[in-house]
């Protein structure tokens, strides 16, 4: 990055410098802040170090600014609604095959309403090969979830940790179940479909791992209860 | 608590009555600005930092803010500096 800066002349370092410590100043939050940042770039003598340092300005404006979005009220509570809409989708599969292994027919048609493929019956192979620890594993993740949506709410720093803890065991027991024939066999479709093949699994992957930077950023800056 | 945190109480305790600015501590825990400020804000809102205006030093230029540790961040960073110096003793050294 050094190296890229002293290819522009000295003037316009500093003049893009003292451009964005000044939109570092309007981002950031806190007045008092803001104008310690932006004054100090005036400080430094080098240009290309100024033009660093307003650029790590603007960094830190916008971070403060995301961040006490995040701990505003609606904030939280629109993650603990995603949150617990994931606990609903870890809760899916084992609800479905203890409604299947019950015998409980109107449950398991209802569910299997809400399935690629609208009908159950087609996952009875997976459901009978996927062993019940696979289950229970889901199971947890999304006791995990609901706990971490509560610590959430109730600004408990636990709520990264509990997040975590339920996303890993999720992965952990989709890979696991993925090595099973019958997974294959239920989610073959002869036909591509842009919102179930791609849109639907990429938002799966990246809205946990956002939602994760989130939570972390925001347990980060929530003081320790302890101390 | 964040390694950043530590090295810049660490910083900050090797000259802890010195008012010192945002620039210097950069300079000296080679932290970006980016991490830095957000860090000493935070410090300063948990009381272990203090913060004040100071009137520039060359005419012209803006007032400069500086910060050095409050009794309390003192005593806190000297408690971590110590309890790291007991964790790096090997343990049979420590008994």
Redesign the interface.
Known sequence: MAGGCTRVRPEIQRRIAQALAEHAGRVMP?A??A???R??V???EDDGEAL?????????GY??GAMIALQAKPARWLFAIVMLGLAWREFFAPLLTLAYKLGDAPLARLLGRLTPGDDYRRFIPLMDATPLWIQAMWVMSAVLLIAAAVALLWKKRAAFGLFASAMLLEIAGTLISRQIPAYHAAFAFTSFHWMRDVAIPAAQIVSPVLMAVALWAMT??T?RSSS | MSRQTRTLLAAMLEQPRRWQYGYDLSKQTGLKSGTLYPLLQRLNEGGLLEAKWQDPQVPGRPPRHAYRLTAQGLGFARELRTDEVVHAWPAGARA
Not at chain 1, 52 to 60: E, F, K, Q, S
């Open positions: 806190d008092e802040w104008d310690a940042m004054f100090e005036q400080e430094i660093h340092w307003a650029m790590g300005c603007v960094l830190a971070r403060e980060e800056r003081p």
